[in-house]
């Protein structure tokens, strides 16, 4: 089996984090989300709870096949470190071939990751990147794979932003109606 996981926060998951799945989904059998608890990069935790941050990537992913969620770091306490959930991932899908897919907005933090150089190499890295100068540092790393051609000018921190402003005048464009909606009637973000 060819795994494709992609971790994060998904506070709140967006076109972004779909379109990425869609891509990705040609090149694998099976792509996992993999919502982190609390990355241990990140000073602040989640603004959405885990139920609801699960839920709403529930609601972004009901209509395509071959994707699941995985709840391994929601249930274990933070910080959620990559190379324990690797470890996690091998023992339950037993996979052939592993590729963590990330956005270029973590790239530049993989130097502080725990345990990365084993990271490198047990996995393959895959990064979309958000705008055309996000990765161009890393792009000579063997290890990392730049998807360049597709380019994800959304983000989390903006939506919540739009909505903490309520300038959300643009946010169909970033978010499926039915997560918009989920977030609206959860006043998540407001």
């Known amino acids: 089996m060819n795994l494709f996981f992609f971790g994060g926060s998904f ?10 799945a869609e891509y990705s989904l040609k090149m694998c059998d099976r792509f996992l989300f993999i919502p982190a608890r609390r ?33 391994f770091e929601l249930k274990n306490n933070p910080p959620s470190y ?39 190499q047990t ?11 996000s990765t161009q540092s890393r792009m000579h790393e063997d290890s990392i794979k730049v998807i360049s051609d597709f380019v994800v000018p959304v983000s989390s921190s903006e939506i919540r932003q739009k909505f903490h402003k309520l300038s959300n005048t643009d946010l169909h464009q970033m978010l499926p109606e039915s997560v918009l909606n989920y977030i609206i009637e959860q006043k998540l973000y407001g």
């Open 11 to 20: 506070d709140p998951p967006h076109f972004g984090h779909l379109k990425i």
């Open 123 to 133: 996995v393959e890295i895959l990064c979309f990147e958000r705008n055309k100068q």
């Open 39 to 71: 990355s241990p990069h990140k000073i602040n935790a989640p603004i959405a709870s885990s139920k609801h941050r699960k839920r709403m990537l529930e609601i972004l992913l009901k209509d395509l096949s071959g994707v699941d969620i995985i709840d």
């Open 82 to 120: 990559t190379w324990t959930t690797i470890q996690f991932l091998i023992q339950t899908f037993n996979p052939n071939k592993m590729t963590m897919v990330l956005g270029a907005d973590q790239l530049s933090q993989m130097d502080k990751w725990y345990k990365i150089e084993k990271i490198k």
